[in-house]
């Protein structure tokens, strides 16, 4: 009995790893130190949306892609879970969603989160950013060509062609950078130099925003 104790009391701790891909969510936790992968589960958001421009828009409910992932978590092992000391959030790059300042998400009875005042995702397959349109835009200063489903590109076309759209919100990152804030509680999205990268207009080399353009 003291044996199985003492192995209970030093039970390794974990890190739980969250990629939020294009069509499916995965999780797993992995044991901090070994680096063993102790468990991972798999869930599709079918999250696709119609979009208001047809076949050319590419957009996700940022609702359903929340709810698949706390699906996941919600089935791992509940030890395991316990022993988490830190986490790690990968995402699909270019998109943007965008959200209201501290009306983002919430918290249910059950301590679920629940998103609110959140626009849909617009994924890296958006199209509605024509070459015509992207050639009026200003030359980024950055190693990336500007492409139709970058963030910035696509906040563009928003303030152009919807801007009492817009005007609903305050807050913008990857779909990733949302999950984080609302992880943290954070009243603004940090994002990582990879994530600004794949957004066009962004300098890697400085690490800025080319806030001039």
């Not at 995965?26 to 599709?44: A, D, F, G, N």
Request: hydrophobic share 35%; charged share 20%.
């Amino acid at each position: 009995m003291e044996a199985n104790k003492s192995q209970h009391q030093f039970r390794p701790s974990c890190v739980l790893g969250i990629d939020i891909g294009t069509t499916t969510i995965k999780v797993s936790l992995v044991e901090e130190i070994s680096r063993k992968v102790v468990q991972t589960l798999s869930r599709e958001t079918k999250a696709s949306m119609v979009s208001d421009v047809g076949h050319l828009g590419n957009e996700q409910d940022v609702h359903k892609i929340c709810t698949a992932l706390q699906f996941c978590v919600s089935e791992l092992s509940k030890d395991w879970l316990q022993r988490i000391v830190k986490i790690g959030v990968s995402g699909q790059m270019h998109g943007v969603m965008l959200w209201k300042q501290g009306l983002g998400w919430k918290r249910n009875n059950f301590g679920r989160y629940e998103t609110d005042n959140v626009s849909p995702l617009f994924t890296w397959q958006d199209g509605r950013c024509t070459p015509e349109f992207l050639t009026s835009m200003p030359e980024p200063e950055s190693h990336l060509r500007l492409s139709t489903g970058q963030g910035c590109a696509t906040l563009y076309w928003l303030s152009k062609h919807r801007p009492e759209f817009m005007n609903r919100f305050d807050c913008a990152g990857t779909v990733q950078d949302f999950v984080v804030a609302m992880l943290c509680g954070l009243p603004r999205p940090i994002m990582s130099v990879q994530n600004a990268a794949s957004w066009g207009y962004f300098d890697t080399v400085s690490n800025q925003w080319n806030l001039q353009r």
